[in-house]
T-cell receptor, first 113, second 111 residues
Framework: GENVEQHPSTLSVQEGDSAVIKCTYS??????FPWYKQELGKRPQLIID?????GEKKDQRIAVTLNKTAKHFSLHITETQPEDSAVYFC????????????FGGGTRVLVKP | DAGVIQSPRHEVTEMGQEVTLRCKPI?????LFWYRQTMMRGLELLIY????????DSGMPEDRFSAKMPNASFSTLKIQPSEPRDSAVYFC?????????FGQGTRLTVV
């Protein structure tokens, strides 16, 4: 089955600095890689995703990169702001198992003003 | 669409009681997931359905947990009997092809 590993589990950055979270996956058939943000007391919500036919995707201050050969993908947040403080989850689907979506363990990001 | 709707939002029950959590997925979505979230274990997949059929229930912790999806617009997760260690936030999510949309979650407290 799909195994998704996420690092680090916690990340503290100074406001304005960059934050990078990395995930590895095991199912080479996976071709869609979403990132979710969960603010305290709220539900996880999609912030960006990438498909395996591209290596990088950017949306304002967030970007995701994908290395299919190495089976890892990363979330990059630039010019961090206090509202970026949240828990971030990566995920990968297991297409052979009927679209099962497996999440990483999450990264708690704290942006210090 | 109102999104994925879960009920109740909060549930406090005594150990040994039966608990039923409910979920209404987004209309047209063919996959439904039940997740459990705790500080210690993160976001765990309990079970998921494709076209109302349970595909993988390997995440269900034990026989006290059961889930059903009688039709495309409704699913339940039942715990009987409940135990204090079942206290967690339970999320339901649905998807069509790619993005999974989460409900607001049910915060369950078993005392």
């Amino acid at each position: 089955g799909e195994n998704v590993e996420q690092h680090p589990s916690t990340l503290s950055v100074q406001e304005g600095d960059s934050a990078v979270i990395k995930c590895t996956y095991s199912d080479s058939a996976s071709n869609y890689f979403p990132w979710y943000k969960q603010e305290l007391g709220k539900r996880p919500q999609l912030i960006i995703d990438i498909r395996s036919n591209v290596g990088e995707k950017k949306d304002q201050r967030i970007a995701v990169t994908l290395n299919k050969t190495a089976k890892h993908f990363s979330l990059h947040i630039t010019e961090t702001q206090p509202e970026d403080s949240a828990v971030y989850f990566c995920a990968a689907p297991q297409w052979a198992a009927g679209n099962k979506l497996t999440f990483g363990g999450g990264t708690r990001v704290l942006v210090k003003p | 669409d109102a999104g994925v709707i879960q009920s109740p939002r909060h549930e406090v029950t005594e150990m040994g009681q039966e608990v039923t959590l409910r979920c209404k997925p987004i209309s047209g979505h063919n996959s439904l997931f039940w997740y459990r979230q705790t500080m210690m274990r993160g976001l765990e997949l309990l079970i998921y359905f494709n076209n109302n059929v349970p595909i993988d229930d390997s995440g269900m912790p034990e026989d006290r947990f059961s889930a059903k999806m009688p039709n495309a617009s409704f699913s339940t997760l039942k715990i009987q009997p409940s135990e204090p260690r079942d206290s967690a936030v339970y999320f339901c999510a649905s998807r069509m092809n790619t993005e999974a949309f989460f409900g607001q979650g049910t915060r369950l407290t078993v005392v």
